[in-house]
């Protein structure tokens, strides 16, 4: 079983991700190139994480809508940015119904096309505006070299589109979207994001800004979690999306979309695991306590039993996710190995002396070891491992949070730059100009990951490439 | 605008579902043939019907889970009967990423071939089983003749695909998901279904026995809402899933599949819409209740608005999906009109008057008119509109199951029969042969719906075709 084993993360970061992607039933490859087949454990990941955001774009006035998955391919070449963008990235029905089709269609990768179709012929007056439509789906872009969930050619996401009467209120949904997505990263994830935006060569095909968030990864790489666009009239013009504003004058809308999908689950991954697996924040862990009874002959068992299933309907009651491990033919070492690779957030340990006491065992998946175990009353456990649960959370944001900032360096010179973007990321002044960025990118494999909308600092500075004058810091490093 | 009307249902039923669709919003045609764009307050509609089912599956032991839209086509050629029935529709990739395929894709029309050879991956020994997984997604199939929900090249739905070690195991599961399938539309959707076996000639391409619910519609067409199906170990030898057996005996599984669509959508539609436009099923409806204040000028406006916004959020408070429309451009009877034709079921006025004497008039949907009409007082009101929407859940049940009982018919006769099904179904012995099946299809365009689970006589009959003993009856109509 050696060539089962996960390596650690010090060993081989990227075959630990494949291995425990697998070996944690995630998620697992698919008999077509590039695609994945996500597994009932990754997908109630998902749902939880679907839930999350579909709960804050509710909130933030948004409604949900289908559009179809083929899309004409002559829609692509309306918008000319847009289409060179993603030509090398379609695939393309040529036949249906035993036919060659007159016009091919193409699986959608992304349907700003053709929603904005429709968006010119639904509006007409300033009174059908803000259309505030978001889609749960998947789009498919023919990728060459794939990762379980980080790039995989189909993938599962939402995309927002929004249509506004002016460029400020387009710009304030572009704002707000982002903020959601940053919110939830922070506040459902535990992945301390930071929200930027894109240059000039960075952004969406198509757009007129494109703004994101960007977590570091263990290997101190950045994965781009979230994108926010604002088109300006781009795709009003090309669709024709007008409408008639209060002085009865046409006008093109202008747009906006925005998407998240689930290579942030690969986020995840990367921000939480540990050698020995999985470590899930509690807000969206599919199991977020598990019960692990222990016992060696029946009468330990009866005994044992009726405490455990006395907890486990408790914490169900209390909207716990909780999980009975119940299993006869594996010991309980093996479970714990077992949810551990899972990371389950508590784990919860039931043997007789704790019957005896009226207590049980709780070990915390974030603190391996005796330093993350206590012993806690049976009686108020809901409210014990509802606030174990918080505090885990919170941990585990505040853990990743200085991680990522000890592996942010303010190099004085490029010599410096070029050190630490190969391992880390550089926050450092940049004058603006594309060549600079393409020098930096040719050094060093690193991109402008953003520029921060936060935690500039005042005043003016020196580009560290070319050391002309620059207004703005901003973040280089790798990338998934 | 009188092309734009809706005719009524005796008019012509056909256009009045057409129309309704498109005027009620719930959906567009897209610009892709055959396919639709779901609009928000369908697909809010759809949301909720998703939530009612879902839940239902975790219930009865179900995990989601996604596998991908691509299959290879030589998938298909793995089960003979599979690949006759579902060749005609597909709609086949043969470029990705600007190359040809060396093997085209197909995008799943549906998934029992993708799923079967990840079962065969997945599955070792009896311990892996049951598996028991749903998808939610789309499939695409090339349909000539398309209608808006009923029948479209995409639809939405989900797929539960199980595995079993048993057949007895798996024709349960088949059997359970048909109940679930049943006590959905009865209890959430308020449509009266009836649960049956699909002749040989009616079943799922590949299936040992094929169960459906069927619906009568308005227009006395049968509706096919949910089909079921057990496949004994066809699928398994097609994509060699085995399991070792107690023994350790190498078994092939038995494995089940059932789906459940938008097409219901349709079904919900035609049952209880009338010529004002749809009539919603209270559990499902998108809004339950709206809310139209009345008021001639600012003095009124106020005193009306402040209780109407207290209704609202009491309503809102107990969970009662509720709208207040406050739109200034449009009237009261502007409004009624417009709440009407989405068939939202209860109507909240609140003028000054109402202000005065502590009361609202609610008006309720399925009962047009003065009689649907009640004057309730403020104090209690959400529990009041609450057992208001059973009352009507209720109501529209009995109404769909009495107009269904009076249109289903015993004919003595062979020429009774052909009358009958002509504006009705008809519930008449059949000794079994696919001749006599065939002759009344040739004859009347009546098919046999299913032959019914619950409701069979006793003893032995004579086939209403050939006179021959017959064991069972059957459920003859035409259907969408």
């Not at 953003?450 to 810091?473: S, W, Y």
Request: overall charge negative.
């Amino acid at each position: 079983m050696a060539e089962d084993k996960l390596p650690t993360r010090a060993e081989d970061f990227a075959e630990w991700y494949n291995k425990l992607v697998l070996k944690s039933d995630l998620a697992d490859y698919a008999p077509v190139r590039g695609c994945m087949v996500v597994k009932p454990y990754g997908w109630t990941l998902w749902e939880n994480m679907q839930a999350g955001l579909d709960r804050r774009f509710k909130e933030t006035g948004h409604v949900n809508a289908a559009f179809p998955m083929l899309i004409p391919m002559s829609f692509f070449e309306k918008e000319k940015e847009h289409v060179e963008g993603f030509a090398p990235e379609l695939a393309v029905v040529t036949h249906g119904g035993g036919q060659k089709l007159e016009e091919p269609l193409v699986v959608r990768p992304t349907s700003e096309t053709i929603v904005g179709y429709m968006y010119s012929k639904w509006i007409k007056s300033y009174r059908d505006l803000p259309v505030l439509i978001n889609q749960w789906g998947s789009v498919l872009r023919w990728e060459l070299r794939t990762k379980l969930f980080l790039r995989t050619a189909e993938f599962y996401w939402q995309e927002g589109h929004t249509a506004h009467a002016t460029a400020e209120e387009a710009q304030e949904e572009t704002f707000r979207m982002l903020d959601v997505y940053a919110d939830f990263c922070i506040n459902d994830a535990a992945i301390p994001v930071i929200k930027g935006v894109k240059t000039e060569s960075e952004k969406f095909a198509g757009a007129m800004m494109s703004t994101t968030i960007e977590a570091m990864m263990q290997d101190k790489r950045a994965l781009q979690s979230g994108t926010s666009h604002y088109f300006g009239e781009n795709f009003a013009k090309a669709f024709d999306i007008q409408f008639l504003d209060q002085t009865n004058t046409l006008q093109y809308c202008h747009t906006t979309s925005w998407g998240f999908s689930t290579r942030v689950i690969g986020a995840i991954i990367m921000t939480h695991g540990d050698d020995q697996g999985l470590v899930m924040p509690p807000k969206l862990a599919p199991i977020q306590a598990v019960i692990v009874p222990i016992y060696k002959n029946d009468a330990e068992k009866s005994k044992v039993m009726e405490v455990a299933d006395k907890v486990f309907f408790e914490l169900k009651a209390a909207g716990i996710r909780t999980k009975m491990d119940d299993r006869e033919e594996v010991t309980p070492g093996f479970k714990f190995n077992d949810w551990e690779l899972r990371g389950v957030p508590v784990r919860i340990e039931i043997g007789p002396r704790d019957v005896e006491k009226g207590s049980v065992a709780l070990a915390r998946r974030d603190v391996p070891g005796r330093e993350g175990k206590s012993f806690v009353p049976q009686a108020g456990l809901a409210s014990t491992v509802s606030g174990l649960l918080s505090e885990i959370h919170s941990s585990m944001l505040k853990r990743a949070s200085e991680f990522r900032d000890a592996n942010i360096h303010d190099p004085r010179t490029y010599d410096e730059l070029k050190e630490v973007v190969a391992n880390g990321w550089a926050f450092s002044w940049w004058c603006g100009n594309a060549t600079c960025e393409a020098r930096v990118k040719e050094d060093t494999k690193a991109t402008i990951r953003c520029i921060p909308l936060e935690g500039q600092p005042d005043g003016k500075g020196r580009c560290i490439v070319c050391g002309d004058e620059a207004d703005k810091k901003v973040i280089f490093g790798r990338a998934y």
